[in-house]
T-cell receptor, first 115, second 116 residues
Framework: AQSVSQHNHHVILSEAASLELGCNYSYGGTVNLFWYVQYPGQHLQLLLKYFSGDPLVKGIKGFEAEFIKSKFSFNLRKPSVQWSDTAEYFCAVNLRGGSQGNLIFGKGTKLSVKP | EAGVAQSPRYKIIEKRQSVAFWCNPISGHATLYWYQQILGQGPKLLIQFQNNGVVDDSQLPKDRFSAERLKGVDSTLKIQPAKLEDSAVYLC??????????????FGEGSWLTVV
């Protein structure tokens, strides 16, 4: 069955530190990849997405993610985090050409940034 | 533009009672989704509508959950009777269309259900 693994449950960083959140998926077919963010008390928001083309995807707020097909990975990165990046981050996958709604989400990684 | 609206935001019920959640998607969005998010897990799709038709309800526990979108706009998700394991956040989301690369899914703030 299709699944998404996020390696870290909770990450704690100081401001200006670099961030990398791991995401691996298990599916042999062609997939679309997403990162969503949920700030405290707010709804899920799309951070970035990959459908095709350049495997390095840039999203909002300075985030980027790289799709490495051979590793089934889509890790999220940010060179310098801010206190306002404190949130929960979810990686999600769905089948290319399938119903976009059937997103398979990882369990999420909670990021706490210390000022 | 206005976001996805959901109500009620919070609900506490006893097991075997029933509950209903309402969702109003972003205006013009043909596709509406209901997700269930249990604490410590990512959201899981329960049902997807395209206008007023069901596209995918394969993960909806149909013995107790039902959903409708009669006029192709707002939607109701019902649980009857509720079980303790139904305690979760129920997220409604919408997008312009269900398929294709350009369709971003927008989520509501969720309806928090606690079954005691």
């Amino acid at each position: 069955a299709q699944s998404v693994s996020q390696h870290n449950h909770h990450v704690i960083l100081s401001e200006a530190a670099s961030l990398e959140l791991g995401c691996n998926y298990s599916y042999g077919g062609t997939v679309n990849l997403f990162w969503y963010v949920q700030y405290p008390g707010q709804h899920l928001q799309l951070l970035l997405k990959y459908f095709s083309g350049d495997p390095l995807v840039k999203g909002i707020k300075g985030f980027e993610a790289e799709f490495i097909k051979s590793k089934f990975s889509f890790n999220l990165r940010k060179p310098s985090v801010q206190w306002s990046d404190t949130a929960e981050y979810f990686c999600a996958v769905n089948l290319r050409g399938g119903s976009q709604g059937n997103l398979i989400f990882g369990k999420g990684t909670k990021l706490s940034v210390k000022p | 533009e206005a976001g996805v609206a959901q109500s009620p935001r919070y609900k506490i019920i006893e097991k075997r009672q029933s509950v209903a959640f309402w969702c109003n998607p972003i205006s013009g969005h043909a596709t509406l989704y209901w997700y269930q998010q249990i604490l410590g897990q990512g959201p899981k799709l329960l049902i997807q509508f395209q206008n007023n038709g069901v596209v995918d309800d394969s993960q909806l526990p149909k013995d107790r959950f039902s959903a409708e979108r009669l006029k192709g706009v707002d939607s109701t998700l019902k649980i009857q009777p509720a079980k303790l394991e139904d305690s979760a956040v129920y997220l409604c989301a919408s997008s312009r269309l269900g398929q294709g690369a350009g369709n971003t899914i927008y989520f509501g703030e969720g309806s928090w259900l606690t079954v005691v």
